[in-house]
């Protein structure tokens, strides 16, 4: 930091400098440019430009999942009338905090274990979960009072949570990150006026900026949406705007429609085998829910497709696996629903903002 702002001081010196304030120059240059190869060393991941956008580019899904040495092995506590899962890597780096959409709970980002027979471990969810054990973060999760996630008491128990867990667990010094999907990604962007983060992600929602002041130190903000949801689509677009006018840094994911395909859910969803999605793919094309070129014509909650399977036989009446594929279904939909496929930019964006101020 000195040096530059030495240098700072030089270059803008009026110009008959004499020999010394050249050599001053030049050695502020040279360590500059040496500090400057420190500090990308150092980084894991290079900053990407600002505000630019990844595109979809088309992909091979099933290849797509990645190979994790992480496992999912959270501790579960009761506090404040709600419950909080977390697990904490060995060596933590950074802190997480993952907010649900309506309906769900914390429970529903872990594997079902003897830890926590309750949890179950859906697809996306878990899969974001263990990118972030991965990359050391430490990550918690809280299930929302109610249904959904509401916001005057809310936000002080939440925060009341996370500060005393990462006190308790010597974390609090750590860098703070905020992911929320849905209504968790409404509720992110309200608490971020009150609990310092260095970044945060909004999944499938525009957030509450309409409703909030937004603050100059407001943390960098990427939404994630699909844009088949053209109405929030547009509601993020114009909260962008606005953000980008208080000088808040921003980025979007745009996320498509993906065409539904049996290794994709076979890989995806831990339980299912392979002969089974053969066997769905098959029925779904029968009862005409895919189009000609395998993409879903409706959402996974707007087609009987436990009916189709049950009239057949293919799944018993107590289906466990209900939520995992309806949730499968409504990533390839496209419309609303939590996703892990954009992994790489998410957590890109997070390790890019590990320093900031
Ligand atoms: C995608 O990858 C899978 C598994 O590696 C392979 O079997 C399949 O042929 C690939 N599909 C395309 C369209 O490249
Ligand atoms: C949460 O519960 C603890 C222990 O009962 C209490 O001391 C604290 O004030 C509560 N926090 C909030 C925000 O209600």
Known sequence: MRVRMASERI???PSNRSFKDRALVLFSFVLILFATIFLISKTPILNPPLESKISENPQNLSQKLPSFSSQLNPSLYHSNGTEVIYQIPSSPKAVLFVAHGCNLHAYDFWDKSPNCPHCTGLPEDRLFVLQALELNMAVIT????????????EMKNVQWII????????LENLPKFAMGASSGGYFVSALATKMEFKSICI????????KIDIPKNYPPTLFVHMVKDRIRADAVLSNMAELRDTGVEVKEIRCEEIPLDANFLAKRIPGLDQGFVDKLIQVFHKKGFLDEKGYLKKDGRAIKWKEALLERKLIPEKFKLFSHVNEELNLAFGYHEFTSLKNDEIFEWFESHMRRN
């Open 163 to 170: 500060q005393t867990w990462a006190e308790k667990h010597k």
């Open 11 to 13: 270059t803008h010196k």
């Open 142 to 153: 809280i299930s929302s009072l109610g249904k959904c996630w509401s916001f005057q008491r």
């Open 203 to 210: 999944m499938i929602a525009e957030g509450v900026f309409g």
